[in-house]
């Protein structure tokens, strides 16, 4: 039987590791180290050379079954500048990220995330895409393939946000741009 081969064009919902490198880098710029918990078994190749353009060492470790997640997380934070939060369920998920976040106050690092969420429960800041600019975004796509651009491949988000959590900044005695000041500076590095 002959199947047929369809192109497909994807509009993935995390950010581009480059951009979630220049956060980092913007708003912790003595950092050296950064923390990465997954419960894959390897670190995306892409998102360990984005912190390496921004002269970010990773520290990264792989929680299975058989390793307790907040132990994990106490260490490499004794170990890292900043703990860089990925969208792995295994991980940060609503029984552990209170936990994390306690630990992150008690060894006085921040948490990085990737969602408006977890910088209201105690990230210092977030990146993420609204829905209304995934959608937006998707639209235009469309508009584009409609018009005949014949659009393949995989698009990172054009819009997005990020939240800063202005308490968490105070009691970890850091320093941030405004909100719109980083959304800018994101914007300008791409």
């Not at 106050?105 to 969420?117: F, I, L, N, Q």
């Given at each position: 039987?002959?199947?047929?081969?369809?192109n497909?064009?994807?509009?993935?919902l995390?950010?581009?590791p480059?951009?979630?490198?220049?956060?980092i880098r913007?708003?912790l710029?003595?950092?050296?180290?950064?923390g990465?918990?997954?419960?894959?078994?390897?670190?995306?190749?892409?998102?360990?050379?984005?912190?390496r353009?921004?002269?970010?060492?990773?520290?990264?470790?792989?929680?299975?079954?058989?390793?307790?997640?907040?132990?994990?997380?106490?260490?490499m934070?004794i170990?890292?500048?900043?703990?860089?939060?990925?969208?792995?369920?295994?991980?940060?998920?609503?029984?552990?990220?209170?936990?994390?976040?306690?630990?992150?106050?008690?060894?006085?690092k921040?948490?990085?995330?990737?969602?408006?969420?977890?910088?209201?429960?105690?990230?210092?800041?977030?990146?993420?895409?609204?829905?209304?600019?995934?959608?937006?975004?998707?639209?235009?796509?469309?508009?584009?393939?409609?018009?005949?651009?014949?659009?393949?491949?995989?698009?990172?988000?054009?819009?997005?946000?990020?939240?800063?959590?202005?308490?968490?900044?105070?009691?970890?005695?850091?320093?941030?741009?405004?909100?719109?000041?980083?959304?800018?500076m994101?914007?300008?590095g791409?």
């Amino acid at each position: 039987a002959r199947t047929s081969q369809r192109n497909l064009s994807v509009l993935v919902l995390d950010q581009p590791p480059a951009r979630q490198a220049r956060l980092i880098r913007e708003t912790l710029p003595d950092a050296a180290r950064i923390g990465l918990v997954s419960s894959a078994g390897e670190m995306p190749s892409d998102l360990a050379q984005s912190l390496r353009q921004q002269k970010l060492s990773v520290v990264f470790e792989s929680v299975g079954q058989e390793r307790r997640l907040l132990d994990t997380v106490e260490n490499m934070l004794i170990n890292t500048d900043a703990l860089l939060a990925t969208p792995d369920s295994s991980i940060f998920n609503r029984q552990s990220i209170q936990g994390i976040f306690l630990l992150s106050y008690r060894h006085r690092k921040p948490v990085v995330g990737y969602s408006k969420s977890l910088g209201r429960a105690g990230a210092l800041v977030s990146l993420f895409s609204t829905p209304e600019q995934i959608g937006r975004q998707a639209a235009e796509l469309a508009n584009q393939e409609l018009e005949g651009s014949g659009l393949l491949g995989m698009y990172w988000p054009k819009y997005f946000e990020v939240t800063v959590n202005a308490q968490v900044a105070r009691s970890l005695d850091i320093e941030l741009p405004s909100e719109k000041n980083l959304v800018r500076m994101l914007q300008a590095g791409e």
